[in-house]
């Protein structure tokens, strides 16, 4: 048998509430609206929530909510999102490994690319990171896709420049 539910809250009658309903951008907002304002006028709680397209232990949760926090209660919520897999610290050290550029003889490479940043973070924290998801951290620190002409770590700009003496233009 279903125990009636209670609604506290007695700031806005059920014309005010669908009024509101009518207003909202979001459907499932102007339902809960619409569902809250059938329980105020003393329509049971099963039929409430059968002709608003919602469980009955669902509506009395949206009750309680209502009960709570108001109109705002009825709104929907965004989730928490995924913990970040690197801390602030890791990150600002990330950005500083990128504004450094890599050394040829730790690192191996004269340029980073996102393979060689995932083995070092992979290294250095012990966080497996896909490649894909590196470029994404990257954009977020405010690093573009841009690559530099590569020189060889062991160029001789004096012979590059007498090079350039020598060579005739046309």
């Known amino acids: 048998m279903a125990v009636a539910i209670e609604i506290t809250r007695r700031d806005m009658v059920p014309a005010q509430l669908r009024t509101a309903a ?14 809250v304002a059938l329980v105020l006028e ?10 608003c397209g919602m469980d009955r232990q669902t509506l009395r949760d949206w009750v309680h909510r209502y009960n ?26 990330l950005a500083a490994w990128v504004e450094a550029g890599p050394d040829p003889e730790t690192d191996g490479v004269v340029r980073w690319r996102r393979a060689d940043l995932k083995r070092r973070i992979e290294a250095a924290f012990g966080v497996v990171l896909h490649e894909r998801t590196v470029g994404k951290l990257l954009a ?3 690093y573009r896709r841009l ?19 020598t060579f005739a233009m046309r």
């Open 147 to 165: 690559s530099v002409r590569p020189q060889h770590p062991r160029a001789d700009p004096a012979a590059q420049a007498a090079f350039k003496k």
């Open 140 to 142: 977020a620190l405010g």
């Open 42 to 51: 003393g329509v049971g709680r099963k039929t409430a929530a059968e002709s």
């Open 68 to 93: 709570g926090e108001g109109l705002a209660g009825l709104e929907n919520r965004a989730g928490a999102g995924r913990k970040p897999r690197l801390n602030p610290e890791q990150k600002a050290e």
């Open 22 to 35: 009518g207003r909202a951008r979001d459907g499932r907002v102007a339902r809960r609206m619409l569902a």
